[in-house]
Protein backbone atom coordinates (compact mmCIF):
# COMPACT_ATOMS: atom_id res chain seq x y z
CA UNK A 1 0.00 0.00 0.00
CA UNK A 2 1.28 3.83 -0.41
CA UNK A 3 1.37 6.15 1.80
CA UNK A 4 1.81 9.74 1.92
CA UNK A 5 3.11 11.50 5.65
CA UNK A 6 2.45 15.84 5.37
CA UNK A 7 4.31 16.07 9.32
CA UNK A 8 3.01 19.86 9.38
CA UNK A 9 -0.37 20.83 9.96
CA UNK A 10 0.42 24.64 10.22
CA UNK A 11 3.75 26.52 8.98
CA UNK A 12 4.09 29.69 9.31
CA UNK A 13 6.74 32.02 7.36
CA UNK A 14 7.28 35.52 7.54
CA UNK A 15 7.07 37.13 3.91
CA UNK A 16 10.27 36.98 1.68
CA UNK A 17 12.13 34.26 3.61
CA UNK A 18 12.30 31.31 2.10
CA UNK A 19 9.60 28.24 2.70
CA UNK A 20 9.68 24.62 2.92
CA UNK A 21 6.73 22.04 3.01
CA UNK A 22 7.79 18.74 3.87
CA UNK A 23 6.47 15.63 2.44
CA UNK A 24 7.64 11.38 3.11
CA UNK A 25 6.38 8.56 1.10
CA UNK A 26 5.83 5.08 0.95
CA UNK A 27 5.24 3.30 -2.47
CA UNK A 28 5.84 -0.09 -3.95
CA UNK A 29 8.24 0.37 -7.31
CA UNK A 30 9.34 3.93 -8.87
CA UNK A 31 7.37 6.53 -7.39
CA UNK A 32 5.46 9.75 -8.97
CA UNK A 33 5.28 12.37 -7.04
CA UNK A 34 2.71 15.45 -7.09
CA UNK A 35 2.26 18.37 -5.37
CA UNK A 36 -1.22 20.39 -5.45
CA UNK A 37 -2.62 23.73 -3.73
CA UNK A 38 -5.53 24.97 -3.05
CA UNK A 39 -6.75 28.02 -1.98
CA UNK A 40 -9.41 29.40 -0.37
CA UNK A 41 -12.85 28.51 -1.63
CA UNK A 42 -11.47 26.80 -5.03
CA UNK A 43 -10.14 23.56 -6.14
CA UNK A 44 -7.11 21.87 -6.10
CA UNK A 45 -4.51 22.95 -8.44
CA UNK A 46 -1.47 21.57 -10.06
CA UNK A 47 1.99 22.83 -9.07
CA UNK A 48 4.61 20.02 -10.00
CA UNK A 49 5.49 16.44 -10.48
CA UNK A 50 8.39 14.22 -10.54
CA UNK A 51 8.67 11.49 -13.16
CA UNK A 52 11.71 10.53 -13.99
CA UNK A 53 15.66 12.56 -14.02
CA UNK A 54 16.72 15.54 -12.37
CA UNK A 55 15.93 15.35 -8.67
CA UNK A 56 14.85 19.40 -8.52
CA UNK A 57 11.50 20.01 -9.91
CA UNK A 58 10.47 23.07 -10.93
CA UNK A 59 6.72 24.02 -10.97
CA UNK A 60 4.28 26.96 -10.82
CA UNK A 61 4.57 30.51 -9.26
CA UNK A 62 7.93 29.96 -8.60
CA UNK A 63 8.12 26.29 -6.38
CA UNK A 64 10.04 23.90 -6.59
CA UNK A 65 10.31 20.50 -5.05
CA UNK A 66 13.63 18.12 -4.24
CA UNK A 67 13.20 14.24 -4.65
CA UNK A 68 15.00 12.43 -2.50
CA UNK A 69 15.03 9.14 -2.64
CA UNK A 70 17.09 7.30 0.20
CA UNK A 71 14.75 9.69 2.56
CA UNK A 72 11.61 9.07 0.50
CA UNK A 73 10.78 13.03 0.38
CA UNK A 74 9.45 15.13 -2.18
CA UNK A 75 9.66 18.45 0.34
CA UNK A 76 8.50 21.59 -1.49
CA UNK A 77 10.38 24.81 -1.64
CA UNK A 78 10.27 28.39 -2.13
CA UNK A 79 13.00 30.50 -2.31
CA UNK A 80 10.96 33.70 -0.87
CA UNK A 81 7.84 33.24 0.33
CA UNK A 82 4.64 35.86 -1.43
CA UNK A 83 1.38 36.75 1.20
CA UNK A 84 -0.37 35.26 -2.16
CA UNK A 85 1.34 31.64 -1.08
CA UNK A 86 -0.67 31.44 1.74
CA UNK A 87 -2.87 27.91 1.17
CA UNK A 88 -3.31 24.93 1.81
CA UNK A 89 -0.67 22.38 0.34
CA UNK A 90 -1.28 18.62 -0.28
CA UNK A 91 1.30 15.93 -1.55
CA UNK A 92 0.82 12.84 -3.33
CA UNK A 93 2.06 9.90 -4.48
CA UNK A 94 1.18 7.38 -7.27
CA UNK A 95 2.88 3.70 -7.96
CA UNK A 96 4.30 2.53 -11.56
CA UNK A 97 1.30 0.27 -10.75
CA UNK A 98 -1.81 -0.78 -12.41
CA UNK A 99 -3.26 1.55 -9.70
CA UNK A 100 -4.00 5.02 -10.92
CA UNK A 101 -5.46 7.16 -8.04
CA UNK A 102 -3.37 9.40 -5.99
CA UNK A 103 -2.82 8.86 -2.34
CA UNK A 104 -2.37 12.20 -0.85
CA UNK A 105 -1.36 13.54 2.67
CA UNK A 106 -3.41 15.34 4.85
CA UNK A 107 -2.67 18.57 3.93
CA UNK A 108 -0.09 21.66 5.17
CA UNK A 109 -1.66 25.05 5.61
CA UNK A 110 1.00 27.45 5.02
CA UNK A 111 0.55 30.70 6.48
CA UNK A 112 2.93 33.93 4.74
CA UNK A 113 2.78 36.70 7.58
CA UNK A 114 3.20 40.01 5.88
CA UNK B 1 -9.61 25.95 -22.39
CA UNK B 2 -12.52 25.31 -19.82
CA UNK B 3 -11.17 23.47 -16.33
CA UNK B 4 -13.13 20.64 -15.02
CA UNK B 5 -16.60 22.00 -13.57
CA UNK B 6 -18.44 20.69 -10.62
CA UNK B 7 -22.23 20.77 -10.11
CA UNK B 8 -23.23 22.06 -7.25
CA UNK B 9 -20.50 23.84 -5.09
CA UNK B 10 -23.05 23.69 -2.32
CA UNK B 11 -25.43 20.98 -1.11
CA UNK B 12 -27.12 20.64 2.21
CA UNK B 13 -29.70 17.52 2.61
CA UNK B 14 -31.05 15.95 5.55
CA UNK B 15 -29.75 12.35 5.82
CA UNK B 16 -31.62 9.87 4.46
CA UNK B 17 -32.33 11.98 1.47
CA UNK B 18 -30.72 11.33 -1.99
CA UNK B 19 -28.31 13.73 -3.50
CA UNK B 20 -26.75 13.75 -7.45
CA UNK B 21 -23.41 15.49 -7.80
CA UNK B 22 -22.21 16.19 -11.41
CA UNK B 23 -18.82 16.07 -12.73
CA UNK B 24 -17.55 17.83 -16.14
CA UNK B 25 -14.12 17.15 -17.14
CA UNK B 26 -11.98 18.87 -19.49
CA UNK B 27 -12.74 18.14 -23.06
CA UNK B 28 -11.24 14.79 -24.22
CA UNK B 29 -10.07 13.68 -21.39
CA UNK B 30 -10.47 9.76 -21.18
CA UNK B 31 -9.70 9.25 -17.54
CA UNK B 32 -12.12 10.67 -14.93
CA UNK B 33 -11.41 10.34 -10.72
CA UNK B 34 -14.10 10.76 -7.80
CA UNK B 35 -12.32 11.30 -4.47
CA UNK B 36 -13.82 13.00 -1.49
CA UNK B 37 -12.04 14.54 1.63
CA UNK B 38 -14.14 13.86 4.92
CA UNK B 39 -13.87 15.91 8.35
CA UNK B 40 -10.43 17.79 6.64
CA UNK B 41 -8.83 14.27 6.64
CA UNK B 42 -6.82 13.20 3.70
CA UNK B 43 -8.30 13.58 0.11
CA UNK B 44 -9.61 9.86 -0.34
CA UNK B 45 -10.15 7.45 -3.71
CA UNK B 46 -13.37 6.85 -4.77
CA UNK B 47 -13.28 5.65 -8.04
CA UNK B 48 -11.31 6.13 -11.67
CA UNK B 49 -13.49 6.42 -15.11
CA UNK B 50 -11.63 5.39 -18.43
CA UNK B 51 -14.33 7.18 -20.60
CA UNK B 52 -17.98 5.39 -19.89
CA UNK B 53 -15.95 2.26 -18.00
CA UNK B 54 -15.18 1.74 -14.21
CA UNK B 55 -11.64 0.91 -14.30
CA UNK B 56 -11.24 1.28 -10.73
CA UNK B 57 -14.24 1.47 -7.81
CA UNK B 58 -11.91 0.27 -4.92
CA UNK B 59 -12.81 3.21 -3.19
CA UNK B 60 -16.04 3.37 -3.13
CA UNK B 61 -17.19 3.08 0.42
CA UNK B 62 -20.47 1.00 -0.03
CA UNK B 63 -23.53 0.36 -2.09
CA UNK B 64 -25.35 3.93 -0.88
CA UNK B 65 -23.04 5.28 -4.18
CA UNK B 66 -23.68 4.97 -7.19
CA UNK B 67 -21.43 6.59 -9.84
CA UNK B 68 -21.82 6.68 -13.81
CA UNK B 69 -20.33 8.55 -16.59
CA UNK B 70 -22.86 8.24 -19.37
CA UNK B 71 -21.57 8.48 -23.56
CA UNK B 72 -17.68 9.21 -21.78
CA UNK B 73 -18.35 12.53 -20.99
CA UNK B 74 -19.68 13.99 -17.83
CA UNK B 75 -20.05 11.58 -14.70
CA UNK B 76 -22.64 11.55 -11.69
CA UNK B 77 -21.94 10.79 -8.34
CA UNK B 78 -25.60 9.44 -6.14
CA UNK B 79 -25.51 9.39 -2.52
CA UNK B 80 -28.74 7.05 -1.55
CA UNK B 81 -29.57 7.29 1.27
CA UNK B 82 -27.22 9.99 2.67
CA UNK B 83 -25.45 9.33 5.83
CA UNK B 84 -24.00 11.87 8.37
CA UNK B 85 -20.87 10.88 7.97
CA UNK B 86 -20.82 11.24 3.86
CA UNK B 87 -20.35 15.20 4.59
CA UNK B 88 -17.39 16.14 3.01
CA UNK B 89 -16.25 18.00 -0.06
CA UNK B 90 -16.35 15.55 -3.28
CA UNK B 91 -13.58 16.64 -6.05
CA UNK B 92 -13.43 15.19 -9.82
CA UNK B 93 -10.13 15.31 -11.34
CA UNK B 94 -9.86 14.15 -14.84
CA UNK B 95 -6.82 13.71 -16.96
CA UNK B 96 -6.57 13.27 -20.66
CA UNK B 97 -3.61 9.74 -21.27
CA UNK B 98 -5.73 7.09 -22.77
CA UNK B 99 -5.04 5.06 -20.34
CA UNK B 100 -3.87 6.83 -17.60
CA UNK B 101 -0.14 6.23 -17.20
CA UNK B 102 1.48 6.97 -13.88
CA UNK B 103 2.88 10.12 -15.12
CA UNK B 104 -0.31 11.38 -15.92
CA UNK B 105 -1.51 14.71 -14.13
CA UNK B 106 -4.72 14.81 -12.66
CA UNK B 107 -6.61 18.47 -13.06
CA UNK B 108 -8.77 18.74 -10.25
CA UNK B 109 -12.74 20.90 -10.12
CA UNK B 110 -13.47 23.39 -7.70
CA UNK B 111 -15.40 20.22 -5.44
CA UNK B 112 -18.93 19.91 -3.85
CA UNK B 113 -19.77 20.51 -0.04
CA UNK B 114 -21.98 18.43 0.61
CA UNK B 115 -23.43 18.24 4.49
CA UNK B 116 -25.47 16.17 6.12
CA UNK B 117 -27.74 17.05 8.51
Known amino acids: AQSVAQPEDQVNVAEGNPLTVKCTYS??????LFWYVQYPNRGLQFLLKYITGDNLVKGSYGFEAEFNKSQTSFHLKKPSALVSDSALYFC????????????FGSGTQLTVLP | EAGVTQFPSHSVIEKGQTVTLRCDPI?????LYWYRRVMGKEIKFLLH????????ESGMPNNRFLAERTGGTYSTLKVQPAELEDSGVYFC???????????????FGPGTRLTVL
Open chain 2, 49 to 56: FVKESKQD
Open chain 1, 92 to 103: AVRGSGSARQLT
Open chain 2, 93 to 107: ASSQDGWGGPADTQY
Open chain 1, 27 to 32: VSGNPY
Open chain 2, 27 to 31: SGHDN
